[in-house]
């Protein structure tokens, strides 16, 4: 193979300002360029030498001194013009300064996660395989405002990202900047827009202030303090905290600002800091990463965040306006029994109650595909829209689509009514970034339920100019109405006659549905003859309490403090079965005792063993809780021979073609072959559970299989084979799965997908985990002791593998912390299916990515097929540590394809890359990568080959010099490394 070297050099630049102890220096935020809050009292402070005399001169004629305190610190308060500039500030102690081109106007500071971050540069950009055609246009209209658009009132302050979990701090980082074609690709989409309505409406200079980050929820964004207004939130601090002081020496080396999820950590590192800088008002667009955690107590935390900060603020209850989510993820028939995007909708819609806020719903300007829309205009209208109304009093007629306001029940009917329903109801549709329009069709995205809670599709229509009538004839006594209530509610269609969509709704506490009605008929296992023994053999009397509490239409079978022998139990809809403290179910170890149980969804799960200790197949409400352990005792079965691991010894828990599966709370201790496999369901939700498998060589944590609607949840998984798995062994794709703040060890792979792919992999994410090494000590031949891979995407059996989405991930010591494998095994799930065509992998994406540890030296991959590439890879804000040693012919080495061979990363040997190989890959990503060798590494960071498109943007590598970033092997197009083609 012939090789053609390109060198990307990587600058780091480091701005460290002289300063005496005498010198005087303001705040970060007050900088040249800077907007000042007009007409207002506004605070001026900054550093000096203790008792040092500072004096702040405005040029618009005001004046203050102050003498600066026994640490240094000093504030001023100046009375600030009427809009205009440009001005100055002098500021004099034992040293001058004079800060420039100072406008007065209306500052906003604009905070959230990333659709707040996501810059116009990010908005401009499409991807063929994630934007849809219709959002092109959108895309291009972001592209031309950023190229063209030049406004020397309209500035920005970007606070660079830090963390301070302990701490607040009192210092930032950043710099104010005009819009301009040079300058508006760093500028805040959403905040842009903002901006550029109050620019237009108001003529006057705006300011604004950015305060964002990605993937963040919104605990870490609360004060210390404002956790302590109550038991629950106080023990969530309490709890989170004790874990970040454990971890706080090695969060501040190796990932300090990496991943901020403990309380407080970015009100302290970014908010703090910016606090009491004169503003107008905030905007906040935030709640994505709420939606898989605490989504119920969002309005509550929210509410405390908002009012801590005005609080902190001391500018009384200023003007607080949100974003609520927008539609996203592919539409979903029917209706859900509880999902947390539209639940955090909900509790955004209740935040309402709070004085001085607004909410910009947004359920109508999203995108399947994308979570971060494209079209920010009119997040940015909808926004200024409360501002121009409330603040600035100009004549708008409404401010927001209708907000359910109050409900009565007439009979089989419930009569709702709307606040903001502006001239009155309609029913109509937006095309992208078109006016709204009415379409006189009936009302979509209404149910009811009654006491029992099963929602239905529901009739309704609009009977006043505020008013909608809501009905189903299943339903004669409702209870409870909700409307648009699904990620995407695809159709939902009640608009004001001013264009403005209304918002998601419950008219109810919304709860998760479980197999059992609020007081559930309770079956004793120990009242059907099982004995607490652990010798006595109870399944006839467990299976007798499951039969009877499901024929009398469910109910909670309770398994009670002791021991408890079992062979197979068979578990039936509705039906509960619960672990009180200290309840131990103990396997048997007898195959006698385990029943074959064939299934009748064909996969290749048919080659393995039909045998397991729960089973359940076709049944609807099923779920196993408690705080209690389920031991199968699979260390007591003899070991199998290699070529019959399968087949031999039963699963622990084996679900097939079941719907709403629920287990939580329980310990999983020790199965004789997979400790879960859940076949063919739809909605699946773990949460809560400790597993523990080192009994046999297949050992693996969870398998979701052929699954849709799955959320994994809070779990602590310690396996000897894979960790938590995604598989596609029959003909049906493995959907729609959230893996979120999981502990995860393995001695094998900690989270994966494949390595069956028949039936393909969609819309699956891992976010908010740790992958640790395991403390098991049984030895497997091929497995490591810390783990081979860490995160592993596979897809070898044919499929299409798309919208992978892994963020927010600590990875320790594995050998491959990150390996995709796209592969061409082509394995049939059953003899009498046609051979399977090649699959399809597109849109993987990684960020926010910490890899620690120092034992793998295998480096991460990304492989494709020739002729087949990956398609649509992006990597941002990827921090690896790595242990080095790698030589110049390591880095030279030549990778073969095998392209049927089993996709474990170890196969591949020493990659010639001490970061990431990428080969057969197109439309390829990458930004904010930090690399850390702690020996010397004569390799490149990346090396590509048959790469087609790809982008580099801010690479950092502590490595030997000399070193090329990356090398550009043979076939490569359209290579951008960081502006050099």
Same mark, same amino acid.
């Given at each position: 193979?012939?090789v053609?070297?390109?060198?990307l050099?990587?600058?780091?630049?480091i701005f460290?300002?002289f300063?005496g102890?005498?010198?005087v220096?303001p705040?970060?935020?007050?900088?040249d360029g800077m907007v000042?809050?007009?007409?207002?009292?506004?605070?001026v402070w900054?550093?000096?030498e203790?008792?040092e005399k500072?004096s702040?001169t405005a040029?618009?004629?005001?004046?203050?001194?102050?003498?600066a305190?026994?640490?240094?610190?000093w504030?001023?308060k100046?009375q600030?013009?009427s809009?205009?500039g440009p001005?100055?500030?002098?500021i004099?102690? +034992?040293?001058?300064l004079?800060?420039?081109?100072v406008?007065?106007?209306?500052?906003?500071?604009?905070?959230?996660?990333s659709n707040?971050?996501?810059e116009?540069?990010m908005?401009a950009?499409?991807?063929?395989h994630?934007?849809?055609?219709?959002?092109?246009?959108?895309?291009a209209?972001?592209?031309?405002?950023?190229?063209?658009?030049?406004?020397?009132?309209?500035?920005? /302050?970007?606070?660079s990202?830090?963390?301070?979990?302990l701490?607040?701090?009192?210092?930032?980082?950043?710099q104010?900047?005009?819009?301009?074609?040079?300058?508006?690709?760093?500028?805040?989409?959403?905040?842009?827009f903002?901006g550029?309505e109050?620019r237009?409406?108001?003529?006057?200079?705006?300011?604004l202030?950015?305060?964002?980050?990605g993937?963040? !929820?919104?605990?870490p964004?609360?004060p210390?303090?404002a956790?302590?207004?109550d038991?629950e939130m106080?023990?969530?601090?309490?709890?989170?905290?004790?874990? =970040?002081?454990?971890?706080?020496?090695?969060?501040?080396?190796?990932?300090?600002?990496?991943?901020?999820?403990?309380?407080?950590?970015i009100?302290n590192?970014?908010v703090k800091?910016v606090?009491?800088y004169?503003?107008?008002?905030?905007i906040w667009?935030?709640?994505e990463a709420?939606?898989?955690?605490?989504?119920n107590?969002?309005?509550?935390n929210?509410?405390?965040?908002?009012?801590?900060?005005?609080?902190?603020?001391?500018?009384?209850?200023f003007?607080f306006?949100?974003?609520?989510l927008a539609n996203y993820?592919?539409?979903?028939?029917g209706?859900?029994?509880?999902?947390?995007?539209?639940t955090?909708?909900?509790q955004?819609? !209740?935040?309402?109650?709070?004085?001085?806020?607004?909410?910009?719903?947004l359920r109508?300007?999203g995108?399947?595909?994308?979570?971060?829309?494209?079209?920010?205009?009119?997040?940015?209208?909808?926004?200024?829209?409360?501002?121009?109304?409330?603040?600035?009093?100009?004549?708008?007629?409404?401010?927001?689509?209708?907000l359910?306001?109050?409900?009565?029940?007439?009979g089989?009917?419930?009569?709702?009514?709307?606040?903001s329903?502006?001239s009155?109801?309609?029913?109509?549709e937006?095309?992208?970034m078109?006016?709204?329009?009415?379409?006189k069709?009936?009302?979509k995205h209404?149910q009811?339920?009654?006491?029992a809670?099963?929602w239905?599709?529901a *009739?309704?229509?609009?009977s006043?100019?505020?008013?909608?009538?809501v009905?189903h004839?299943?339903?004669?006594?409702?209870?409870?109405?909700?409307?648009?209530?699904?990620?995407n509610?695809?159709g939902a269609?009640?608009y004001?006659k001013?264009g403005?969509p209304a918002?998601?709704?419950?008219?109810?506490?919304e709860?998760?549905?479980t197999?059992?009605?609020s007081?559930p008929?309770?079956? &004793?296992?120990e009242?059907?003859?099982?004995?607490?023994?652990?010798?006595?053999?109870?399944?006839?009397?467990? *299976?007798?309490?499951?039969?009877? %509490?499901n024929?009398?239409?469910?109910?909670?079978v309770v398994?009670p403090?002791?021991k408890?022998?079992?062979g197979t139990?068979?578990?039936?809809?509705?039906v509960e079965?619960?672990?009180?403290?200290?309840?131990?179910l103990l396997?048997?170890?007898?195959?006698?005792?385990y029943?074959v149980k064939?299934?009748?969804?064909?996969?290749?799960?048919?080659k393995?063993?039909?045998?397991?200790?729960?089973?359940?197949?076709?049944?609807?409400?099923?779920?196993?809780?408690?705080?209690?352990?389920?031991? /199968?005792?699979?260390e007591?079965?003899?070991?199998?021979?290699?070529?019959?691991?399968?087949?031999?010894?039963p699963?622990?828990?084996?679900?097939t073609?079941?719907?709403?599966v629920?287990?939580?709370?329980?310990?999983?201790?020790?199965?004789?072959?997979?400790?879960?496999?859940?076949l063919?369901?739809?909605?699946?939700?773990?949460?809560g559970?400790?597993?523990w498998?080192?009994?046999?060589? $297949?050992n693996d944590?969870i398998?979701?299989?052929?699954?849709r609607?799955?959320k994994?949840?809070? $779990?602590?998984?310690?396996?000897?084979d894979?960790?938590?798995?995604m598989?596609?062994?029959g003909?049906?794709?493995?959907e729609?799965?959230l893996v979120?703040? %999981?502990v995860?060890?393995?001695?094998?792979?900690?989270?994966?997908?494949?390595?069956?792919s028949?039936g393909?992999?969609?819309n699956?994410?891992?976010?908010?985990?740790?992958?640790?090494p395991?403390?098991?000590?049984m030895?497997?031949?091929?497995?490591?002791?810390?783990?081979i891979g860490?995160?592993?995407?596979?897809?070898?059996?044919g499929?299409?593998?798309?919208d992978?989405?892994?963020?927010n991930?600590?990875?320790?010591?594995t050998?491959?912390?990150?390996?995709?494998?796209?592969?061409k095994r082509?394995?049939?799930y059953?003899?009498?299916? =046609?051979i399977?065509k090649?699959?399809t992998?597109?849109?993987?994406?990684?960020s +926010?990515?910490?890899?620690?540890g120092?034992?793998?030296?295998?480096?991460?991959a990304?492989?494709?097929l020739?002729?087949n590439p990956?398609k649509?890879?992006?990597?941002?804000?990827?921090?690896?540590e790595?242990?080095?040693?790698?030589t110049k012919?390591d880095?030279e080495?030549?990778?073969k394809?095998?392209?049927?061979?089993?996709?474990?990363?170890t196969?591949?040997g020493?990659?010639p890359?001490?970061?990431?190989?990428?080969?057969?890959?197109?439309?390829?990503?990458?930004?904010?990568v930090r690399?850390?060798?702690?020996q010397?590494d =004569?390799?490149?960071?990346?090396?590509?080959?048959?790469?087609?498109?790809?982008?580099f943007?801010?690479?950092e590598t502590k490595?030997?010099?000399?070193t090329?970033l990356?090398?550009?092997?043979? &076939?490569?197009k359209?290579?951008?490394?960081?502006?050099?083609k």
């Amino acid at each position: 193979m012939k090789v053609k070297l390109y060198e990307l050099i990587a600058s780091l630049l480091i701005f460290i300002p002289f300063s005496g102890m005498a010198d005087v220096k303001p705040a970060g935020l007050f900088a040249d360029g800077m907007v000042i809050q007009r007409e207002t009292t506004a605070p001026v402070w900054g550093t000096a030498e203790a008792g040092e005399k500072v004096s702040v001169t405005a040029s618009w004629g005001e004046t203050a001194a102050v003498t600066a305190g026994e640490k240094g610190k000093w504030m001023v308060k100046l009375q600030t013009p009427s809009a205009g500039g440009p001005h100055s500030l002098t500021i004099k102690g +034992n040293n001058t300064l004079e800060i420039k081109d100072v406008l007065s106007g209306e500052v906003w500071f604009c905070s959230g996660q990333s659709n707040m971050a996501f810059e116009l540069k990010m908005l401009a950009k499409t991807n063929n395989h994630r934007t849809e055609n219709r959002y092109k246009p959108a895309a291009a209209y972001v592209k031309q405002e950023m190229e063209t658009a030049r406004d020397e009132m309209l500035r920005q /302050f970007t606070v660079s990202a830090n963390t301070s979990p302990l701490e607040p701090l009192e210092t930032l980082s950043g710099q104010w900047m005009s819009s301009s074609p040079q300058t508006n690709p760093d500028f805040s989409g959403t905040a842009y827009f903002f901006g550029r309505e109050l620019r237009k409406e108001l003529k006057v200079p705006v300011g604004l202030i950015l305060c964002a980050w990605g993937a963040t !929820r919104v605990e870490p964004w609360i004060p210390a303090e404002a956790y302590q207004q109550d038991e629950e939130m106080t023990l969530y601090y309490q709890n989170n905290m004790v874990q =970040e002081e454990e971890e706080s020496a090695e969060r501040k080396a190796t990932r300090r600002g990496w991943r901020p999820t403990a309380p407080s950590t970015i009100f302290n590192g970014m908010v703090k800091p910016v606090i009491p800088y004169a503003i107008k008002g905030a905007i906040w667009y935030q709640g994505e990463a709420n939606s898989d955690h605490n989504p119920n107590k969002y309005e509550r935390n929210f509410r405390a965040m908002i009012s801590s900060w005005r609080a902190h603020w001391g500018q009384g209850d200023f003007p607080f306006y949100f974003a609520q989510l927008a539609n996203y993820a592919k539409p979903a028939p029917g209706t859900l029994a509880f999902d947390g995007w539209p639940t955090v909708c909900d509790q955004q819609r !209740r935040t309402l109650g709070l004085k001085n806020t607004g909410m910009a719903v947004l359920r109508d300007i999203g995108e399947a595909r994308d979570v971060h829309p494209h079209n920010k205009m009119d997040v940015g209208k909808r926004l200024a829209l409360w501002a121009l109304k409330n603040d600035y009093k100009q004549n708008i007629p409404v401010c927001s689509g209708p907000l359910y306001k109050s409900h009565k029940i007439k009979g089989d009917k419930m009569i709702i009514k709307f606040d903001s329903a502006g001239s009155g109801l309609m029913t109509g549709e937006k095309p992208v970034m078109e006016a709204t329009r009415e379409t006189k069709t009936p009302l979509k995205h209404f149910q009811v339920c009654g006491a029992a809670r099963q929602w239905k599709s529901a *009739q309704a229509e609009i009977s006043e100019k505020d008013t909608v009538t809501v009905s189903h004839p299943e339903v004669p006594k409702p209870v409870a109405v909700r409307y648009a209530w699904a990620p995407n509610p695809e159709g939902a269609n009640l608009y004001n006659k001013e264009g403005l969509p209304a918002s998601t709704f419950t008219t109810g506490a919304e709860i998760q549905a479980t197999a059992s009605s609020s007081s559930p008929s309770t079956y &004793n296992i120990e009242d059907y003859g099982a004995v607490a023994d652990g010798k006595t053999l109870c399944t006839t009397a467990i *299976q007798n309490a499951i039969d009877e %509490c499901n024929k009398a239409g469910g109910g909670q079978v309770v398994v009670p403090a002791g021991k408890f022998l079992t062979g197979t139990i068979v578990l039936k809809s509705k039906v509960e079965l619960h672990l009180q403290k200290d309840a131990v179910l103990l396997g048997s170890f007898d195959l006698k005792d385990y029943p074959v149980k064939l299934v009748k969804y064909r996969s290749y799960t048919d080659k393995y063993t039909d045998k397991s200790l729960i089973f359940a197949e076709e049944q609807e409400n099923i779920s196993i809780t408690g705080s209690g352990m389920i031991n /199968f005792q699979g260390e007591k079965f003899p070991p199998s021979p290699r070529r019959n691991w399968y087949k031999t010894k039963p699963f622990g828990i084996r679900v097939t073609s079941c719907k709403n599966v629920t287990v939580t709370g329980v310990t999983l201790r020790n199965s004789a072959m997979w400790m879960q496999l859940y076949l063919n369901c739809d909605g699946v939700h773990v949460e809560g559970i400790t597993v523990w498998n080192h009994a046999q060589r $297949c050992n693996d944590g969870i398998d979701i299989d052929s699954t849709r609607n799955v959320k994994i949840l809070n $779990c602590k998984i310690d396996a000897l084979d894979d960790g938590i798995c995604m598989k596609s062994t029959g003909p049906d794709p493995t959907e729609n799965v959230l893996v979120s703040d %999981c502990v995860v060890s393995s001695r094998c792979n900690a989270l994966k997908t494949g390595t069956e792919s028949t039936g393909g992999f969609k819309n699956i994410r891992f976010t908010n985990c740790k992958v640790v090494p395991s403390k098991g000590t049984m030895h497997v031949r091929g497995h490591q002791e810390k783990g081979i891979g860490g995160v592993c995407i596979g897809a070898v059996d044919g499929g299409v593998c798309e919208d992978i989405t892994v963020d927010n991930i600590t990875i320790e010591g594995t050998l491959a912390p990150i390996f995709v494998r796209l592969g061409k095994r082509n394995r049939r799930y059953h003899p009498d299916v =046609e051979i399977l065509k090649d699959g399809t992998m597109k849109n993987i994406s990684f960020s +926010n990515i910490t890899v620690t540890g120092g034992t793998h030296n295998y480096g991460c991959a990304f492989l494709g097929l020739p002729g087949n590439p990956i398609k649509g890879l992006k990597l941002s804000n990827i921090n690896i540590e790595s242990p080095g040693g790698g030589t110049k012919k390591d880095g030279e080495r030549v990778i073969k394809e095998l392209a049927g061979a089993y996709p474990q990363a170890t196969y591949w040997g020493k990659l010639p890359a001490y970061g990431f190989f990428v080969r057969n890959a197109d439309d390829v990503e990458i930004e904010n990568v930090r690399f850390t060798n702690i020996q010397k590494d =004569e390799r490149p960071a990346f090396v590509l080959e048959e790469v087609h498109g790809s982008i580099f943007r801010n690479i950092e590598t502590k490595s030997v010099t000399g070193t090329p970033l990356v090398t550009i092997r043979e &076939n490569c197009k359209d290579i951008d490394l960081g502006g050099k083609k």
